[in-house]
């Protein structure tokens, strides 16, 4: 089969290699689209993957093409998939908290993932479609599981107001979510052209959206989302949370963070709760972040496929990270489409 296979940083090739062998219990899935995270252009271009030679890509949906015993229920079907494999036996796996699995394995950065025509996938983290969700819509169901399982660590109620700092995919989903949930106040601080036009589609007021995060700072939030990972945004965060207000730190940090007292004094007298997101909820067949993200999808009231702004065939995956590393266009989602 024909895979995009990074052999070593900045080094990755499009070419030829075996097709996936399968272990008890896990399936062929033919890759129908995969995006590309945010997450992958470091990985393939500044740090490298865990392990090389690896095919990257951990958002991606297909079909099964055969599984491992060639009697499952699995065979044939539409598929999302959960890249984070848990060892299933450390705490957190014991308390189904899969996403804080202390030995983890990962589709696409500690195993081979979906920039490949197929992919091995273990049977446990198959989703099955519904008929009217589409495999471009599919690939979007872990950034969309990571946006959710930030808001949904929280009440929010339609009354409260909301700022989400920076609008890059996991951005732009966390309003999305946000609007769909009916939530009245929510801003956004983007800085693009692309993210002002989106932002609007998804029910964003013109006067919700500010282009920089001083303008922001006039106002006061119930709950701030810090999607950036930047110094000064986490001390805007701080800055514009209202007295006993949330702050959700999102965004991967770029650096070693320093909160200047008089700051540090703000987290203290407007007694703000500070959290941390990682990662999303997954437990098969139950109401996790995935089942939710789902159940919205099929209902049609989300349309995370909006946010795709870049499309290719896997042969050309490349032309698309090498914007998102370059910034030489405007970008939401970049994604790999088998026609
Ligand atoms: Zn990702
Ligand atoms: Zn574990």
Known sequence: ??????????DIRYEEVPLPELKEGWALVKVMAAGVCGSDIPRIYRTGAHVHPLIPGHEFSGQVIKTFSGESVWDGKRVGVFPLIPCGECDCCRKHLYEMCSSYNYLGSRCDGGFAEFVAVPEWNLME???????????????????????????????????????????????MFLKAEGVKRVCVVGNKEAQRKHAGSLGIHAEDYYTDIQSAGKHRFDYVFECVGKNET??????????????????N?????DIPKDIYWKILRKQLKVSGTWNSSYQADSDDDWHYVLKHLSEGDIHPEELITHEYALSDIVKGMDIMRDKTEDYVKVMCVNP
């Open 253 to 257: 940090p770029y650096s070693d963070m």
């Open 129 to 175: 479609l519904p008929d009217n969700v589409s495999y471009r819509q599919a690939a979007m169901l872990e950034p969309m599981a990571v946006a959710v399982h930030a808001v949904r660590q929280f009440v929010i109620d339609r009354d409260s107001s909301v700022c989400i700092i920076g609008l890059g995919t996991i951005g732009l989903l966390i309003s």
């Open 1 to 10: 089969m024909k895979a995009q296979v990074l052999h070593d940083i900045g």
């Open 234 to 251: 986490l001390i805007q965060a701080i800055n514009i949370a209202a007295p006993a207000g949330h702050i959700i730190f999102v965004g």
